[in-house]
């Protein structure tokens, strides 16, 4: 006899399963040879390497990404080890099956992204614009990290008047993807009139950048009520949240390129449109001048006429006057006989010449454009600068001009009404 305890069956089942336990998480590599979801509900599946083979259990709901692998597929697996104390058998509680390899890695990515893009996440229609100037950004990177750093330095050479707040998250392993997605929720939450949300991570392998090849961050991304510019890894690293995102940078440092614009860019251009605003007011006040000279050289032309009318008329009088003259010194002789007469009938004539002078007057007044426009007159010239005489020059929204006597008056045409 021995002194050694017995255990029942279902006692030592316990107490392995138990030590087991506190053995705590493990990170077991294999291919992945069976995988069955038993009611949507839990995960069974098994791995193995050349020598042997590992059960794995998991929830469902639990493990992202489940739906993704297939048999054959080199996976990591996040687990703890246990012996099910009812039949004794040996797995390995899962929280997390990933795939591992570039293979497998590749597979998973084409199968995410096939499902995805079904599902229209990365419909363009979808896609949000970015302000053109940002005031408030939320960044999520690793802090001090080298994406961090370039993302920084090229906005300080920008436009400046930026409000930077910074989430830190790891980017790399087990619980970097449910890092991100907790970022995105805290930032939308907390800030949600940030102008855009910049996700960004220096390159890297396939299995370095898998955090923003996986579903949760993917959909986070989809749910985010903010913009959302994605810069991961080198130019020609292209992960869902890429193609998720509202827009798309080839690097960290490109991020901030599209995202706020070069100081100097904006300055050529405002510019440019100042120039272009400056000849554009100087054109058409070139052509308003030029309307109002062609108009002042009219008037001067009828003024040049009327005046040509009175200077004709005073040397004809002058001429009257000095026939007239001449009649009087042939007639000095019989100037005392005929005096009375003579003054009675040079009064009579000089006051019809006078009359005549005044009516003469009156009427090269009423000529004077500027005189009938005071009294309330007005000429009315056309789009192509003649002067309107009847309703058939124009239709109804043409362009005219009225001039008075101290301005003019651009309107259009809305009804016409002829007589």
């Given at each position: 006899?021995?002194?050694?305890?017995?255990?029942?069956?279902?006692?030592?089942?316990?107490?392995?399963?138990?030590?087991?336990?506190?053995?705590?998480?493990?990170?077991?590599?294999?291919?992945?040879?069976?995988?069955?979801?038993?009611?949507?509900?839990?995960?069974?599946?098994?791995?193995?390497?050349?020598?042997?083979?590992?059960?794995?259990?998991?929830?469902?709901?639990?493990?992202?990404?489940?739906?993704?692998?297939?048999?054959?597929?080199?996976v990591h697996v996040y687990g703890v080890p246990r012996l099910y104390k009812k039949t004794g058998r040996f797995s390995v509680f899962a929280s997390q099956i990933v795939p591992a390899g570039e293979g497998a890695l590749r597979l998973a990515f084409e199968k995410l992204k096939k499902k995805l893009e079904g599902e229209g996440l990365?419909?363009?229609?979808?896609?949000?614009?970015?302000?053109?100037?940002?005031?408030?950004?939320?960044?999520?990177?690793?802090?001090?990290?080298?994406?961090?750093?370039?993302?920084?330095?090229?906005?300080?050479?920008?436009?400046?008047?930026?409000?930077?707040?910074?989430?830190?998250?790891?980017?790399?392993?087990?619980?970097?993807?449910?890092?991100?997605?907790?970022?995105?929720?805290?930032?939308?939450?907390?800030?949600?009139?940030?102008?855009?949300?910049?996700?960004?991570?220096?390159?890297?392998?396939?299995?370095?950048?898998?955090?923003?090849?996986?579903?949760?961050?993917?959909?986070?991304?989809?749910?985010?009520?903010?913009?959302?510019?994605?810069?991961?890894?080198?130019?020609?690293?292209?992960?869902?949240?890429?193609?998720?995102?509202?827009?798309?940078?080839?690097?960290?440092?490109?991020?901030?390129?599209?995202?706020?614009?070069?100081?100097?860019?904006?300055?050529?251009?405002?510019?440019?449109?100042?120039?272009?605003?400056?000849?554009?007011?100087?054109?058409?006040?070139?052509?308003?001048?030029?309307?109002?000279?062609?108009?002042v050289q009219s008037l001067e032309a009828s003024i040049g006429r009327q005046a040509s009318i009175i200077h004709r008329f005073i040397d004809r009088f002058i001429s009257q006057f000095m026939i007239l003259k001449q009649e009087v010194r042939e007639l000095e002789h019989t100037r005392l006989s005929l005096l009375d007469k003579l003054?009675?009938?040079?009064?009579?004539?000089?006051?019809?010449?006078?009359?005549?002078?005044?009516?003469?007057?009156?009427?090269?007044?009423?000529?004077?454009?500027?005189?009938?426009?005071?009294?309330?007159?007005?000429?009315?010239?056309?789009?192509?600068?003649?002067?309107?005489?009847?309703?058939?020059?124009?239709?109804?929204?043409?362009?005219?001009?009225?001039?008075?006597?101290?301005?003019?008056?651009?309107?259009?045409?809305?009804?016409?009404?002829?007589?």
């Amino acid at each position: 006899m021995t002194d050694d305890k017995i255990f029942q069956v279902s006692e030592f089942n316990e107490f392995i399963s138990t030590y087991l336990e506190q053995i705590g998480e493990v990170v077991i590599e294999g291919e992945l040879s069976e995988i069955k979801i038993s009611q949507g509900k839990w995960v069974f599946a098994t791995i193995k390497d050349k020598e042997s083979n590992v059960d794995v259990f998991g929830l469902a709901f639990k493990l992202s990404g489940y739906d993704l692998l297939e048999p054959g597929m080199l996976v990591h697996v996040y687990g703890v080890p246990r012996l099910y104390k009812k039949t004794g058998r040996f797995s390995v509680f899962a929280s997390q099956i990933v795939p591992a390899g570039e293979g497998a890695l590749r597979l998973a990515f084409e199968k995410l992204k096939k499902k995805l893009e079904g599902e229209g996440l990365f419909a363009l229609q979808r896609k949000r614009q970015i302000p053109t100037f940002p005031e408030k950004i939320g960044l999520i990177t690793a802090d001090e990290s080298r994406a961090y750093g370039d993302f920084i330095k090229v906005l300080k050479h920008r436009m400046g008047g930026l409000k930077i707040f910074l989430y830190p998250v790891s980017v790399q392993g087990k619980d970097s993807a449910s890092s991100v997605v907790r970022a995105f929720k805290y930032m939308n939450d907390t800030y949600p009139n940030l102008d855009a949300l910049v996700l960004i991570r220096g390159g890297g392998s396939l299995e370095d950048l898998q955090t923003f090849n996986d579903e949760a961050v993917a959909r986070a991304i989809f749910a985010s009520k903010i913009p959302v510019v994605c810069g991961v890894g080198h130019e020609n690293d292209i992960t869902i949240s890429d193609l998720v995102s509202d827009i798309r940078a080839s690097t960290p440092s490109n991020a901030a390129e599209l995202l706020v614009r070069n100081r100097a860019d904006v300055l050529a251009e405002i510019n440019h449109y100042t120039k272009s605003i400056t000849n554009c007011l100087e054109n058409t006040l070139g052509d308003y001048n030029h309307k109002v000279i062609n108009c002042v050289q009219s008037l001067e032309a009828s003024i040049g006429r009327q005046a040509s009318i009175i200077h004709r008329f005073i040397d004809r009088f002058i001429s009257q006057f000095m026939i007239l003259k001449q009649e009087v010194r042939e007639l000095e002789h019989t100037r005392l006989s005929l005096l009375d007469k003579l003054g009675t009938v040079v009064n009579y004539w000089v006051k019809q010449q006078k009359d005549t002078i005044d009516s003469h007057l009156r009427l090269l007044n009423s000529f004077d454009v500027t005189n009938v426009l005071r009294r309330g007159f007005s000429i009315t010239f056309g789009k192509d600068g003649k002067v309107l005489r009847t309703v058939k020059l124009i239709s109804t929204g043409s362009q005219i001009t009225t001039s008075l006597f101290d301005g003019k008056i651009g309107s259009q045409v809305l009804s016409i009404n002829e007589k």
